[in-house]
Structures are given as structure tokens and as C-alpha cells.
């Protein structure tokens, strides 16, 4: 039986390059997906493009094709990605560009457009998943509005000779199943064969995740080399039978254990996985160890795909402006929780116009809070370090929080050092729901 050999290369928008090289140059195979987006992602894209029309796309964009390019050419390799972010048309046209300079004419690259849904928002009607409130209510601060793609348009571009295809917000596990539809001619009715190739996607999705990363927990359970940690392919059959592996020589590892946790994270419901593409059926399916770092997976189904597409919507959200400094050696925790104090007491007495505000002794108290037992909470910590943050409706309020942090310096306890101060826009995401026929995927094709 037909098999197509399809890679992983990365998993966000700021993964390693490296294990891509590697599936360029070893892998043998047919199809490499770059899976970089997320919520905050393309909220972050379209900020930049509104600061500068000819941006949005990933910041890695050109250091990820340099890399691979040569090396897919000559092994026939095409490319899937959604690194074209806020701004495929342009993606598209640095991609051509970068084929030029390392002397690559020929290659057809195909911006899928169509995902910016922000002239849709007017109507009144859409409301909030949230918050049931109308999007009309968000006004100005409503920044972007990206809805979720799914297949159809990347096997339409393949289908039009595209070597790489660059689109913007397209569902993570459609990458994948856009290039397996294309080649094995799968009906976008099978909601079975769907279901399945949505199962493969989501494992190959997060990159090195199925191989061993966000998996190690030494003395529990033990990854190899995850220094150079290989990233995953799937060996995928016409009828939708896949094996997942890597280079062989690579970090990592692949078991059923990786897998698993692959297949159960981000997942609600794992009955009913809804995508523009099929509502996928994880429930029955079987995972089986088949030799050293190949795993079968099987048992995908799905049921007809949902009547409406999510749409993540961008919110600008104001600033945070943030603080930290240290305390080391005895008493080290009662002197941070006094800096806390006197950088409480001084943004009140200074009037800044924080809406929320935190004080975090990070090691002791920053991520469960103060409700630990009370022999954890009270440990003794050697060294710790304050954190202060606080959200604020402009730059300037945010700057104040850390300039009253860098003050402990002179007018604070003894022994403070080592500040850090910082301000940054916050981008919030909301969502919402629209029916299909007011999303329309277009593709613009390019030559380098």
C-alpha cells in the first residue's frame, strides 16, 4: 500500500531549527509541516502588521526556509505552514525570495488567505463565547479577529502545483490532513478517514512533545538526549493506518506513554474534538508499541464537521509594567516580603492607576499562591526573588510599577539586587463563532 512520509518541524512559533534540518535532510520525506501559531500568536502578528503593514508573519519565517529549503528541493520534499500568521501574502513573497537567493527558481509557493475576519465583526449579531456579550461591545479594543481554517483550501493549493503553502490561521491538525487528503484523494464527507487524519495531526502537532519533550521527569520516566531531541514523522497508509517515528539516531524517545499524553493534551472531550474539518472521535482509539521508537495508532473516527467556524479574537488589554529583585542568605524571605510591603504601600501613596496588581516571591509563592500548608509555605527559602506586576491602562502607569521596584535598591531592605524592570502591552483572546459561508479561503500563487 501508498504510503506519505510527513514531518513535524515545529511545534510553536519559537522551536527549535535544528531538528527540522534533520527531517529536511534525513527523513525521506514527502510533506514538512511547520505548525507555529497559536491564540496569542496571531494576535501578536497582527499587532506588528498594524505597526507595520509589510509584517505579521513568524519572526523565524526566513531562518526556517534558509534552513530547509535546499534540502526539500532536492529531495522533492513540499512544505505546509502557518507561518504566515497575520500576513501570508507577504510570507509568501519573502519565501519566494529566499528561494531565489539560494538559487532555487521554479518553486511555486501558495498563500492561503481568507482567515482575517475582521469586516465580519460589524454585525452586531456575533456575540462572545465568554461572555455572551456582542463583539460590537469590544469597539476599539477589539484588535483581530482570525478564524480557524481547515483543510480544503491547502489541498486546493497542492492540488495547484504549490511546492510550499503558507497559510495563516488554519486548525493545527489540518496542516496535516490537507497533504493526506490531497495525495490519497480522500472525500472531505469520510468523516472517518477524517477523524483519523485529525488523529494523526493532533500527534504530530506539538512537535517534540510526542517525542520526549514536556515528557522527562527524571527518576519517572526517562528521555534520552533530549538536548538534540528529534523531532516526529508519521509513516501514513491510503486508508489512514499510520506509524509514528523520527530519524533514527535521534534524541528523544517514542512510546505509547508519549503518545498518549499526545493524544489526551488540549483535548475537551475526547469523543467529540470539534475542527473545521470533521468532529473527530478519539475515544476508541488503540496505541500500540509495533519496535524501538514506532507506534501504531489506530481506532480514529468522526462525524460530519460543525456548522460554524471559531474565530479567536485579538482584545488590546492595556500594559503590565513588572519589577524583580533579590534577597539571598538568612532571612532572605523577610526581607523580600518587606520589599513587597513598601512597594504596596508606595504605589498607594503614589496614586498609579494599576486594575490588577501581584507580589510574587517566585520559588515560594508565585505559582500555587499563598494557600499551601503551612510547613511548605513557610519553608525557608536561602535566596528569593520579588516580582512585581501590575496591569495599567497606559505605558506610563506601567512604568511606575518598576521604577518603585528599582527604588529597594537605596531606600529598601539590605542586601537587595539584581533588578529587572520591563513594560508590555497585553493582548487578550476572546472567541466566537461564524457561520461557514462568512469565511471565504482564497489562494494567491507565486514563482521564485
Request: aromatic share 4%; charged share 25%; proline share 4%.
Amino acid at each position: 500500500m501508498r504510503q506519505i512520509r510527513i514531518g513535524a518541524g515545529a511545534g510553536y512559533s519559537g522551536d527549535r531549527i535544528e531538528p527540522a534540518v534533520e527531517l529536511a535532510e534525513r527523513g525521506r520525506l514527502d510533506y514538512l509541516v511547520f505548525e507555529c501559531l497559536a491564540e496569542r500568536t496571531i494576535a501578536l502578528a497582527q499587532q506588528a502588521r498594524r505597526d507595520d503593514p509589510a509584517l505579521g508573519y513568524d519572526p523565524l519565517l526566513a531562518a526556517r526556509m534558509r534552513a530547509v529549503l535546499s534540502a526539500c528541493r532536492r529531495s522533492g520534499t513540499r512544505i505546509i505552514s502557518n507561518m504566515g500568521a497575520a500576513n501570508p501574502g507577504a510570507a509568501a513573497e519573502l519565501v519566494c525570495g529566499i528561494a531565489r537567493e539560494l538559487g532555487l527558481p521554479g518553486l511555486k509557493v501558495a498563500a492561503v488567505k481568507g482567515d482575517d475576519v475582521m469586516a465580519a465583526m460589524s454585525d452586531g449579531e456575533i456575540t462572545i463565547l465568554e461572555d455572551g456579550r456582542s463583539v460590537l461591545e469590544l469597539g476599539a479594543s477589539l484588535i483581530s479577529a482570525n478564524a480557524y481554517l481547515g483543510a480544503e483550501p491547502i489541498v486546493q493549493a497542492l492540488g495547484l502545483g504549490a511546492d510550499i503553502v503558507i497559510t495563516g490561521r488554519v486548525a493545527d491538525p489540518s496542516l496535516f490532513l490537507g497533504p493526506l487528503a490531497h495525495e490519497f484523494g480522500w472525500s472531505f464527507t469520510d468523516w472517518r478517514l477524517l477523524g483519523q487524519a485529525t488523529l494523526i495531526g493532533h500527534v504530530l502537532e506539538c512537535a517534540g512533545q510526542v517525542t520526549g519533550g514536556y515528557f522527562a521527569d527524571p527518576g519517572f520516566k526517562t528521555v534520552p538526549g533530549l538536548a538534540r531531541l528529534g523531532f516526529p514523522l508519521a509513516e501514513v497508509g491510503q486508508d489512514g493506518s499510520v506509524v509514528i517515528t523520527k530519524v533514527e539516531g535521534s534524541g528523544g524517545c517514542i512510546s505509547t506513554a508519549t503518545c498518549k499524553e499526545q493524544i489526551l493534551y488540549e483535548i475537551h472531550d475526547p469523543a467529540r474534538y470539534l475542527t473545521p474539518d470533521v468532529v473527530a472521535d478519539f475515544s476508541q482509539v488503540r496505541v500500540e508499541q509495533i519496535g524501538p521508537d514506532r507506534v501504531r495508532i489506530s481506532g480514529g473516527g468522526g462525524s460530519a464537521r460543525p456548522e460554524t467556524l471559531k474565530a479567536s479574537l485579538g482584545i488590546a488589554e492595556g500594559f503590565v509594567g513588572e519589577g524583580q529583585i533579590s534577597y539571598a542568605g538568612s532571612g532572605a524571605r523577610n526581607r523580600a516580603e518587606l520589599a513587597a510591603e513598601i512597594v504596596r504601600e508606595r504605589l498607594a501613596m503614589t496614586g498609579v492607576a494599576a486594575q490588577e496588581l501581584r507580589y510574587d516571591l517566585i520559588g515560594v509563592d508565585a505559582i500555587h499562591g499563598r494557600g499551601l500548608p503551612a510547613d511548605a509555605s513557610r519553608a525557608e527559602p536561602y535566596e528569593v526573588r520579588l516580582r512585581v506586576a501590575g496591569r495599567t491602562a497606559s505605558a506610563e502607569e506601567a512604568i511606575r510599577i518598576g521604577n518603585e521596584v528599582e527604588t529597594l535598591y537605596t531606600n529598601g531592605p539590605a542586601g537587595g539586587g539584581g533588578v529587572t524592570k520591563q513594560v508590555r502591552e497585553v493582548l487578550g483572546v476572546l472567541s466566537t463563532l461564524l457561520p461557514r459561508d462568512r469565511v471565504r479561503p482564497r489562494i494567491h500563487m507565486l514563482e521564485s
